[in-house]
């Protein structure tokens, strides 16, 4: 499974936008990129999904470039609700399991 | 739905007892799974099911035993409690056997204190 690398905490204030950068420089054909969220004293969340290019929901895009050894996470205009650990996982159909890291903590304030 | 339910939500147990924490879904999902989460730390998969009938060992599993008798429930037993297992305890499950690019949807976690 690709191993990913990300930024152990960001810090960002209500209202801006949040772009969370994650490295899977050995990612294969098949992996899909995703991301949870994790609230306090809660079960990871899924946020979305991706495998190339752009994905945006309601909740957050995701970009994936060409080579799809990075994505980022943009969260527009944070809120204080969403301070929370983000993690980034990859992963395919052929898999047994999903390899969750130690995630992003992003706190926001006001 | 209920979607995937835990219990107990906290439990304290003496070092050498043994327990079952109880992982139920109701979205007739196939693939179920167990993950412990130490402070600071990200999830780490204990023991996975692809289906009724069928587990598998993940990155941690000693000291743990799952069966998966039915497709909606997926116990997990601590066999003599270590206070090393002292954790959050977190079960999931997705739609399809094998299929990770599901969405994973997962319990609110049962708090578990070895002393």
């Known amino acids: 499974l690709a191993k990913t690398t990300q930024p152990i905490s960001m810090d960002s204030y209500e209202g801006q936008e949040v772009n969370i950068t994650c490295s899977h420089n050995?990612?294969?054909?098949?992996?899909?990129i995703t991301w949870y969220q994790q609230f306090p004293s809660q079960g990871p969340r899924f946020i979305i999904q991706?495998?190339?290019t752009k994905v945006t929901n309601e909740v957050a895009s995701l970009f994936i470039p060409a080579d799809r050894k990075s994505s980022t996470l943009s969260l527009p205009r944070v809120s204080l609700s969403d301070t929370a650990v983000y993690y980034c996982?990859?992963?395919?159909?052929?898999?047994?399991?999903?390899?969750f890291g130690k995630g992003t903590t992003l706190s926001v304030s006001s | 739905n209920a979607g995937v339910t835990q219990t107990p939500k906290f439990q304290v147990l003496k070092t050498g007892q043994s327990m079952t924490l109880q992982c139920a879904q109701d979205?007739?999902?196939?693939?179920m799974s167990w993950y412990r989460q130490d402070p600071g730390m990200g999830l780490r998969l204990i023991h996975y099911?692809?289906?009724?009938?069928?587990?598998d060992q993940g990155e941690v599993p000693n000291g743990y035993n799952v069966s998966r008798s039915t497709t909606e429930d997926f116990p997990l037993r601590l066999l003599s409690a270590a206070p090393s297992q002292t954790s959050v305890y977190f079960c999931?499950?997705?739609?399809?056997?094998?299929?990770?690019?599901?969405?994973?949807?997962f319990g609110p976690g049962t708090r578990l204190t070895v002393l």
């Open positions: 999931a499950s997705s739609q399809q056997s094998g299929a990770l690019t599901d969405t994973q949807y």
């Open positions: 991706g495998y190339k």
């Open positions: 099911s692809v289906g009724a009938g069928i587990t």
């Open positions: 050995n990612i294969a054909t098949n992996d899909y």
């Open positions: 996982l990859v992963a395919n159909q052929a898999g047994t399991a999903l390899i």
């Open positions: 979205m007739n999902h196939e693939y």
